[in-house]
């Protein structure tokens, strides 16, 4: 079965940097979306980074646009989250997700298969 494993996540200063991994198992990566998405306490999970598998095209939310590079490794079947300038609104669940098909790469209820998510805090 599709299987999502995310690590990486930690406790860092503000300014500070975090790369997350994904490690993707179960499924043939290929002709899927790649996302990462983030739940913050009380608030809705939101999508951050996606990535298309074939082709490497990809959305940022605007909140990280500059700050945060989704890629790829299809040769280990991993995505990356490499987050810089980290801020303390950052901190939340980061979870690594597949789907398709997408229509709205950073839409949540597009994507079918789901991490359990690693945490990421960030101190002011």
């Known amino acids: 079965q599709v299987q999502l494993v995310e690590s990486g996540g930690g406790s860092v200063q503000a300014g500070g940097s975090l790369r997350l991994s994904c490690a993707a198992s179960g499924y043939t990566y290929s002709n899927y979306w790649m996302g990462w998405f983030r739940q913050a306490p009380g608030k809705e999970r939101e999508g951050v980074a996606a990535?298309?598998?074939?082709?490497?095209?990809?959305y940022y939310a605007d909140s990280v646009k500059g700050r945060f590079t989704i890629s790829q490794d299809n040769a280990k079947n991993t995505l990356y989250l490499q987050m810089n300038s980290l801020k303390p609104e950052d901190t939340a669940m980061y979870y690594c997700a597949a789907g398709r098909p997408v229509w709205r790469p950073l839409g949540r209820y597009d994507y079918n298969y789901w991490g359990q998510g690693t945490q990421v805090t960030v101190s002011s």
């Open positions: 990535i298309y598998t074939d082709d490497g095209s990809s």
